[in-house]
């Protein structure tokens, strides 16, 4: 039996939550004594791809075609079934990122595998699997425990950490014997560039409806620049359309789970925090004392945004010049 992997990468550069995968795969590997098996579709070279056995991938099967480009997840789906028939697999790790929340559900039901997803830790045992994971939009967590022979398990980002665990690997080129088949082609795509990637960014500064207009982002944006951090905001804000859905986090928005959460003029609504909670440190800027936000929060500046974010950038301008 073997455990696999299915990374992601793009421009040629494996995510971070790649490695997070293969780590979190490796500590199943250390358990059970199966292999762990990473997958990868893309233009990866060799190089980049023996990083993943720097965690703990003995085996990486590389597809390196360009129509298997196009992310169709129930091609992929396919792909990964037969990957898993060829290597005896029984357990398979994705992460929680949109590509993985759009092809494990699939692939749980393709080979009869329980689903555990949204976990936020390794597991507490390996013979059946139980793990922590994330319910009720983040208000609680449960205990799961798989009752089938296979699982497939999508981790929350962030949550489990990378740890080295060298071993051998062998690369091998795959070239699928499915037909890639899906109902849709891409045609083009303009790929945002030169922008902090908010699910991978280990600091987000985040605005709400308390900053009154799109037009008053400046700050907040020379906050972000400052710090290296990502851009984020509530629904209402790119609802207004003050800022864009791709930027809107919680419930209905991405889910980000960076080092540090800096939520600014955000009340703290269930559905806001049910994106957010995984956070580390939690810094609240907010001029009711009693926004919900401070029930959440590890650090929080009561006070009007439009008074305290300058004094944030001036003081971390001068600190990093410092
Ligand atoms: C099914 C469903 C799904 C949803 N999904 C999401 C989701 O994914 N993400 C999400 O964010 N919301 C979501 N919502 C909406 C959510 O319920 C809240 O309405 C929303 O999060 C509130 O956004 P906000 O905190 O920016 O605004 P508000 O609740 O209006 O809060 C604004 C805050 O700014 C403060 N403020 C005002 N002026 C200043 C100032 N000058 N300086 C400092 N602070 C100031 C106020 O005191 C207040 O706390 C969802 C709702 C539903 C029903």
């Not at 070239?175 to 902090?196: I, L, S």
Request: neutral net charge.
């Amino acid at each position: 039996m073997s455990i696999i992997v299915f990374t992601e990468n793009r421009n040629g550069k494996l995510k971070k939550n790649s490695f997070e995968a293969v780590s979190y795969a490796a500590v199943i590997s250390a358990n059970t004594s199966k292999p762990v098996v990473a997958i990868s579709v893309g233009n990866v070279d060799n190089d980049e791809l023996s990083k993943l056995a720097k965690y703990g991938a003995s085996k990486i099967v590389a597809v390196n075609d360009q129509k298997w480009l196009d992310h169709d997840s129930r091609e992929y789906t396919k792909l990964i079934a037969e990957i898993a028939e060829k290597e005896n697999a029984d357990t398979f790790v994705f992460s929680h990122s949109n590509m993985g929340k759009a092809i494990a559900p699939r692939l749980s039901v393709r080979m009869k595998a329980g689903l555990l997803s949204g976990v936020v830790a390794t597991p507490v045992s390996f013979n059946p699997i139980a793990v922590k994971r994330k319910t009720y939009n983040g208000g609680a967590f449960q205990l799961v425990t798989v009752k089938s022979a296979k699982s497939v398990i999508t981790i929350n980002p962030n949550s489990c950490s990378i740890v080295e665990k060298p071993v051998d690997v062998n690369i091998e080129a795959y070239t699928p014997q499915t037909a890639y088949n899906a109902g849709t082609k891409v045609q083009a795509a303009d790929v945002v560039t030169g922008k902090v990637i908010l699910t991978e960014a280990p600091i987000v500064v985040s605005g709400g409806r308390g900053l009154k207009s799109g037009d008053n982002w400046g700050q907040l944006e020379e906050l972000a620049t400052v710090l290296d951090a990502g851009l984020a905001c509530s629904r209402p804000v790119s609802d207004e359309g003050w800022r864009s859905h791709e930027e809107h986090v919680g419930q209905t928005g991405k889910i980000v789970a960076p080092d540090l959460y800096i939520a600014i003029g955000i009340s703290g609504a269930i559905q806001h925090i049910g994106g957010v909670s995984g956070s580390k440190v939690i810094v609240a800027v907010d001029k009711d004392k009693d926004a919900p936000i401070f029930k959440y929060a590890d650090y929080g500046i009561v006070g009007d945004a439009f008074d305290v974010v300058p004094r944030l950038v001036e003081s971390f301008k001068k600190f990093k010049n410092s």
